[in-house]
């Protein structure tokens, strides 16, 4: 198949080395310029330099008429996926779109109908539901291995100047307001895996912002609870201050507890029972971070090939958006 990559930062490059391993003909839209410029050179002439012809436009309607892909794939900052969706959208095109779907909710009734008008597959890119143990844990759940769900407890921090060491994180999108960066969208793939475990909020609490030292305008410290039909609550805690990095998902059953600590690579079960001793799951000792990118972009292409349904469609992350910008709303950005 023919794929266009709209972005060329750290996401856009693993999905380009991703597809050309999967054996796809691939090409890239660069809008040029901004903080990453240097970041994409690099790459751009490390493939030239191993042989390997890149295929690059600086326009994205001749990279749509020339390059004719089968699918686009959104990996440009946050505050420009809408844009670049429904231009392709309106060209006929299917289109994956890197996590949030967006920053606010212009554009999204357009999308919507777009999407269905012309019968396109849009996927939106939460590869942690493709995460082993996550996997497991929403099954052990289902399967009433803990009982009854009565609360959860996600923890979500990493220190924003950790994230690329090639960049200054004070001139990245992930800062700013504009750019459609703060902690809630960038670690929306925490709100996503609630909403996959336990489907849309009756309401929504937050309170946070702008906390931390750290540059930018954006919000960099929440804390939301979101309350479920059944009397199910929901702690929720977003930071980019945080080291060590945390990423921890606990939900508390009438018969037991289960934890999904990310960093420490284990997923452990406890029973109320003191007499019973914990399972601890570890992550699969072939299990590599790129998989989960490599096992959402298979999905997608399967989806194309009508041989399954979209992974994660439109109308999901529209949803966790809605969740998204309602935590916003309730600590003013």
């Not at 996590?99 to 590869?127: Q, S, V």
């Amino acid at each position: 198949m023919r794929f266009l990559i709209c972005g060329i930062g750290s996401i856009g490059q693993r999905h380009y080395k991703n597809l050309k391993s999967l054996g796809h003909e691939l090409a890239l839209f660069r809008a040029g310029g901004g903080a990453n410029a240097p970041f994409i050179d690099k790459f751009l002439s490390e493939e030239q330099s191993s042989g390997r012809k890149v295929k690059i436009y600086y326009n994205l309607n001749e990279a749509i008429n020339d390059f004719k892909p089968n699918a686009v794939f959104i990996t440009n900052p946050n505050s420009k996926h809408m844009e670049t969706a429904l231009l392709a959208a309106r060209s006929g095109l299917n289109i994956f779109i890197e996590k949030p779907l967006t920053y606010n909710r212009d554009g999204l009734e357009e999308l919507k109908a777009l999407a269905e008008k012309k019968n396109l597959k849009i996927m939106i890119g939460y590869n942690l539901r493709w995460h082993p143990l996550l996997k497991k844990m929403k099954l052990m759940v289902e399967n009433g291995e803990i009982g009854q769900p009565v609360a959860a407890h996600i923890e979500m921090g990493e220190n924003i100047e950790d994230w690329h060491p090639w960049e200054d994180y004070r001139q990245a999108y992930a800062a700013y307001k504009k750019g459609g960066g703060g902690a809630v969208l960038c670690f929306s793939h925490d709100i996503d895996y609630l909403y996959w475990f336990f489907g849309m909020p009756e309401r929504i609490h937050a309170i946070g912002g702008k906390i931390t030292p750290l540059g930018g305008d954006a919000e960099d410290m929440v804390k939301a609870l979101l309350e479920y039909k059944n009397k199910f609550i929901v702690s929720l805690h977003l930071d980019y201050w945080q080291r060590p990095h945390k990423r921890l998902f606990e939900i508390i059953g009438t018969t037991g507890k289960i934890t999904w600590d990310y960093y420490a690579k284990n997923l452990t079960l406890a029973s109320r029972d003191n007499n019973t001793a914990p399972i601890v799951y570890p992550v699969p000792d072939t299990f590599d971070r790129n998989d989960m990118f490599i096992d959402e972009t298979k999905d997608f292409i399967a989806a194309l090939e009508n041989k399954k349904a979209i992974a994660i469609p439109l109308k999901e992350g529209i949803d966790v958006l809605e969740i998204s910008l309602k935590m916003k709303e309730r600590i003013g950005f």
